[in-house]
């Protein structure tokens, strides 16, 4: 959401506040200085500063890691995500599996809704099939198909007209309050309890959505609780607090009292908080790292994590981005080591793939990007004029007017100033125009086509190859850059469906990769590092790869 998320974009915005998760494990794990106390503090509150407000809280709409995050730590679903390993989390353990491996009966807790009511299967039904109801306008409900429940598919297609919208047919049913049955098309892929702990699975009441319309989940308190936390306040472009869940089944395990996100668009000011005491983690950008390690070495964190960012290629309001030729000379007009090394400067490493390295290992035990361990790079500066004079010649144009939709961070803008640079240096004839906008209106934007390239990112919402290509099918939500392509359509349907057959099922991601990038319908940048300063007393906190971007849902201050 996830986490994906976001899940869509995962949005850089995120990962440059406080973090948006890691691969190659960003989990920061008890980093502190020698001799520090190990009794609890009295005041467990936990201040961190972050430059995105939160876009939306509704499961229905969530598209980004930061609803995403506030969705995880405030509701739990059947699991949940800690340091890269899912927990049993409303569901009470293991459920009982049919002989095919298609049925998944889990028995629930006892766990209340933050107005004292029970949660009920029903209360997952209902979330589920709100979440496959055109006409609540679900913005990721992809993700049930991805994992094969059954219908999803052709419930979510347009297409089919006998199952299109029907969503009482989706493969879930309440057998009574504490039994809830689960029923895929195929046996489970290897995601299966992981991706359950993503927000689009997790209940809802159907009394509160319809009791507040519109307005639902659009406030702290037109919407309930059920996670580790509950959000107390939410002063909208200021920041947002939450407080300890006292009736979470799991509350033993909470030891932070209150968490407060304070909205700091500039990486400055966001320092500054640190340094003065008034935050406890801080995302470092580039010109503070070196500052930092000599100043605060044992507080300083870097990690290589799953987020991958790039250049989305809008092909659909574009006719000129259809042109194959003219999105090989963007993709090889950007230096991306010296954008990892100049301008990020935080343990980023350039990419030139869809699926991360060290994220997650096929049948024979290889990482995903063995076969293809540097990507598929279009060529050096050289050759993307090469690609540019083609494609003028095929186009007929002797110049190019690009519109760069980015985000409004003080880092982003960075980034945007040398990718733009790096456009108009080595194609000669294309000037760039850069739009850079607040997060939530940003995705309004990238949602409606209205850009040419736009500057982007995605984080996993579960530890499959499939959650970096699945969102680039026909039609699916989250392909906001209109390419198509059907043979690439077939092959992840058939991974997605065959999901017996684990060696041929990866066999068809890796190939669908291949294909992918051999359009060049995106133009990767890089596999994101972080740098973080954590104060020393912070503990329990953690950057998974996949799940909750940021988890501190078991962290906690020690006396200081």
């Given at each position: 959401m996830k986490k994906a998320k976001w899940s869509l974009v995962l949005s850089f915005v995120l990962a440059l506040s406080l973090v948006l998760s890691a691969c190659g494990s960003s989990s920061s794990n008890d980093s502190s200085s020698k001799g520090s106390s190990t009794e609890l503090a009295k005041d467990q509150t936990l201040t961190m500063s972050i430059?995105?407000?939160?876009p939306t809280l509704d499961p229905n709409l969530a598209t980004d890691?930061?609803?995403?995050n506030a969705i995880d730590m405030t509701q739990s679903g059947l699991t949940r995500m800690h340091n890269n390993k899912f927990e049993w989390d409303l569901a009470k353990g293991e459920p009982k599996v049919s002989a095919d491996k298609k049925t998944y009966t889990f028995t629930l807790r006892d766990q209340k809704w933050s107005d004292g009511k029970p949660v009920t299967a029903q209360d997952f039904v209902y979330g589920w099939h709100r979440q496959n109801d055109p006409a609540a306008k679900p913005a990721y409900n992809f993700l049930f198909a991805s994992v094969g429940i059954k219908n999803a598919a052709k419930i979510e297609d347009p297409d089919n007209k006998a199952y299109y919208g029907k969503y009482d047919k989706l493969g879930i049913k309440a057998l009574d309050d504490k039994t809830l049955q689960v029923t895929l098309g195929q046996a489970a892929p290897p995601f299966f309890y992981s991706i359950l702990s993503q927000p689009q699975f997790f209940p809802v009441r159907e009394d509160v959505v319809k009791k507040n319309g519109s307005k639902y989940a659009t406030s702290a308190d037109t919407m309930l609780y059920s996670g580790p936390f509950v959000l107390s306040d939410w002063k909208k472009g200021t920041g947002w607090t939450y407080k300890k869940n006292k009736d979470y089944w799991n509350a033993k395990e909470t030891k932070l009292k209150t968490v407060n996100f304070k909205v700091v668009k500039e990486s400055g000011t966001a320092v500054n908080m640190y340094k003065t005491g008034s935050s406890d983690i801080v995302q470092l950008s580039a010109e503070f790292i070196d500052q930092f390690k000599k100043q605060y070495p044992?507080?300083?964190q870097s990690s290589v994590n799953a987020g991958t960012y790039?250049?989305?290629?809008?092909?659909?309001?574009?006719?000129?981005?259809k042109n194959l030729n003219l999105r090989k000379a963007l993709?090889?007009?950007?230096?991306r080591q010296g954008l990892t090394q100049t301008i990020l400067n935080d343990g980023s490493v350039p990419s030139n793939y869809v699926v991360p390295k060290d994220f997650t290992a096929g049948p024979d035990g290889k990482d995903f990007?063995?076969?293809h361990p540097d990507g598929f790079s279009a060529g050096e500066s050289s050759e993307a004029k090469s690609y540019w004079n083609k494609a003028k010649k095929e186009l007929g144009i002797k110049s190019l007017k690009i519109n760069f939709l980015s985000q409004d961070t003080s880092k982003a803008k960075q980034i945007d100033a040398y990718i733009a640079n790096q456009i108009k240096k080595n194609l000669p004839g294309v000037t760039v125009e850069v739009n850079e906008q607040p997060w939530a209106n940003y995705l309004k934007l990238n949602n409606e086509f209205k850009y040419d390239i736009a500057f982007s990112g995605w984080f996993p919402d579960y530890q499959d190859p499939m959650t970096y290509l699945d969102m680039w099918t026909t039609n699916n939500p989250m392909n906001t850059i209109g390419w198509s392509n059907k043979k690439f359509d077939s092959l992840i349907k058939d991974a997605q469906t065959n999901t017996a057959d684990v060696t041929n099922r990866w066999n068809d991601l890796v190939s669908a990769e291949e294909l992918m990038m051999s359009e060049y319908p995106i133009v990767p940048l890089f596999q994101q590092g972080y740098t973080w300063a954590q104060k020393s007393y912070v503990k329990g906190?953690?950057?998974p790869s996949y799940g909750p971007e940021f988890d501190f849902s078991k962290a906690y201050i020690l006396k200081h």
């Open positions: 430059n995105a407000d939160i890691t930061t609803s995403t044992k507080e300083v790039y250049l989305y290629i809008n092909e659909k309001t574009n006719k000129n981005l993709n090889a007009a950007i230096d990007r063995s076969k906190y953690s950057q």
